[in-house]
């Protein structure tokens, strides 16, 4: 499978953007950007225009469905997907509300993530 997709990792854990990158290694991206918070996730998307985002929602400086929101202002066709390790109900609501594609629980599995991507670009993966 030829990698042709890009995705942005925004965790403010080096540990679970570098669990989630390797997930995302057995996928078909071409790049996979990091950002450490929610404003550093604005500017990357901004830059970047990935096909698809995974945003932790508890941050330093701007919070993960703030963050989405400025992102789906910018983009309303943005596919970001909410990562809460903290998976209540409201944040789920939160997350759906602001426009987020999906919502993933941590600790990621590599076959849930992809299975996941796979979905939200369903159509585009080949």
Partial sequence: MEKKFTALICDDSAVVRKVLCRHL???PFKEVHEATDGVQAVEMYRLHRPDIVFMDIVMPRKTGIEALCEIREHDPAARVVMASSTGTTRNL???IDAGAADFIQ???ERDAVL???RRILEGEWE
Avoid: R
């Fill in 25 to 27: 290694s057995d996928g």
């Fill in 93 to 95: 609501k939160a997350a």
């Fill in 106 to 108: 941590k600790p990621f």
């Fill in 115 to 117: 299975a996941l991507v």
